[in-house]
């Protein structure tokens, strides 16, 4: 990897810069200067490996909620609000028309182990859709494991403990993608 910081004197080098700046021409007086550099990249290299031998999770986000058909935005602000205060971190989109696959991808992209979905004819019987995503390292990249499950019915005023009671949640603590 190399060194991933370095540093040192630099005295004249500012006043050269200051004398052309001021164009005039002259030999600049010796300023005195330090410098130091830190490599990120470098740092990087060496961090990236560990963090995926680890499988760590690169958001705390836990549950993503998703709308099926109508955009159900009020009553998708009203779960936001409920999971967040019971101590899940949740996200949603908050557009009102929205197509499910724009849904999913979002939370995807945070790689969200739940996507609770909401439907008009689910909500009237009390319910909701959770699907549980999960992602593997394949080569030293994450990628979602594709899976035809298409989730399960939970009772929506059940949803929070039974968030709570998976081995997903119990384990997010240690900040491990499960």
Not at 44 to 62: H, L, N
Not at 90 to 108: N, P, S, W
């Amino acid at each position: 990897v190399g060194s991933i910081a370095a540093g040192g004197r630099y005295d004249n080098l500012v006043g050269m810069f200051t004398a052309a700046a001021a164009a005039e021409g002259k030999k600049a007086p010796g300023l005195p200067c330090i410098g130091v550099s830190i490599g990120l990249d470098r740092i990087f290299a060496i961090v990236w490996p560990k963090w995926v031998e680890k499988r760590m999770q690169s958001k705390e986000t836990m549950v993503y909620v998703l709308a099926a058909g109508d955009g159900l935005l009020e009553e998708r602000i009203a779960l936001v609000q409920e999971l967040r205060e019971a101590g899940i971190k949740t996200d949603f989109l908050a557009k009102r028309k929205l197509k499910l696959t724009a849904q999913f991808m979002a939370g995807e992209k945070d790689e969200v182990p739940f996507a609770v979905i909401l439907g008009g004819d689910e909500l009237k019987e009390g319910l909701v859709t959770v699907k549980e995503q999960k992602w593997e390292f394949v080569d030293g990249k994450k990628t979602k494991v594709q899976s035809a499950d298409q989730g399960m019915k939970v009772r929506r005023d059940e949803l929070i403990s039974w968030i709570k009671q998976t081995p997903t949640y119990q384990g997010w603590s240690s900040g491990r993608l499960i």
